[in-house]
């Protein structure tokens, strides 16, 4: 049971740090919030689950000012609760649009007058901002 409620702080320091940086203070105010008042977990639980994280690799210390840390997301973090870079969200956009124009060209002949009016609109934009 103790496992689990400790793994279930994890999961939430993780999704609460997908907000963006925090201190140990503001992560503790920020679950009671989430969770409308009913928990606020102890400095006791959060910092020993912070530590855990750093060493698992799924969150660091993005900056020290005096005696608070400010903990961030590592790659691994937001992968491991489906939070998406920008990076990657580009990544995935232009696989979509490459799958969409491989459809669009091998079906071109299915298309009527205005979609093929639409499909042109839109290479002139990409081919004005790709120069």
């Known amino acids: 049971m103790f496992w689990h409620r400790r793994r279930g702080l994890k999961w939430l320091i993780l999704y609460v740090l997908s907000k963006g940086p925090m201190t140990g203070a503001q992560i503790m105010d920020e679950i ?5 008042g009913m928990w606020r977990p102890s400095p006791g639980s959060v910092y020993p689950a912070l530590d855990a994280l750093e060493s698992e690799g799924l969150i660091r210390i993005s900056k020290v000012d005096g005696w608070k840390k400010y903990y961030e997301l590592t790659e691994e973090g937001r992968k491991a609760i489906g939070v998406m870079s920008e990076e990657d969200k580009v990544k995935e956009a232009i696989e979509q649009l490459e799958f969409s124009a491989r459809y669009i ?27």
Do not use: A, Q
Request: aromatic share 4%; net charge neutral; charged share 50%.
């Open 105 to 131: 060209v091998e079906n071109l002949e299915k298309l009527n007058d205005e979609d093929k009016r639409k499909v042109k609109n839109i290479l002139d934009e990409l081919s004005k901002v790709m120069r």
């Open 32 to 36: 009671e919030k989430t969770s409308y």
